[in-house]
């Protein structure tokens, strides 16, 4: 399970954490105010999902479409999904008094 921490002690430690992670494949969810905001994760990690996201976009099309699409080309549509549901409207902040 990944650890939990702060944007704040990740800017203090950073040298620390990329080395717990090259090192010793830590994992670390990095939160601001309490909710997720990014993950720190070896490179292997981040390989090795966007292999999976790659068969798994390939399969999907293959059964939706009766035909094959190139591993590149299953990339490409599932690097533009993460695009588009990047692009969503966030909900509007609250102010806080």
Same mark, same amino acid.
């Given at each position: 399970?990944? %650890?939990?921490?702060?944007t +704040?002690?990740? *800017?203090q430690? +950073?040298?620390? &954490?990329l080395?717990?992670? @090259? #090192?010793?494949?830590? %994992?670390?969810v +990095?939160?601001?105010k309490? $909710?997720?905001?990014?993950? &720190?994760?070896p490179?292997?990690?981040l390989?090795?999902? *966007?292999?999976f996201a ?6 999907v ?9 190139s591993?590149d080309?299953? &990339?490409? +549509?599932? #690097?533009?999904?993460?695009? @588009? @549901?990047?692009?969503?409207? *966030? $909900? ?6």
């Amino acid at each position: 399970m990944a %650890e939990k921490v702060s944007t +704040i002690e990740v *800017r203090q430690r +950073i040298g620390d &954490l990329l080395n717990r992670v @090259a #090192l010793r494949h830590d %994992e670390f969810v +990095i939160e601001r105010k309490g $909710k997720p905001l990014a993950a &720190l994760v070896p490179v292997e990690r981040l390989e090795q999902m *966007r292999r999976f996201a790659r068969r798994h976009a390939t399969e999907v099309f293959e059964r939706r479409k009766d035909s094959s699409v190139s591993e590149d080309e299953a &990339l490409e +549509i599932a #690097l533009e999904a993460q695009r @588009a @549901a990047r692009k969503r409207p *966030r $909900k509007a902040r609250r102010k806080v008094k």
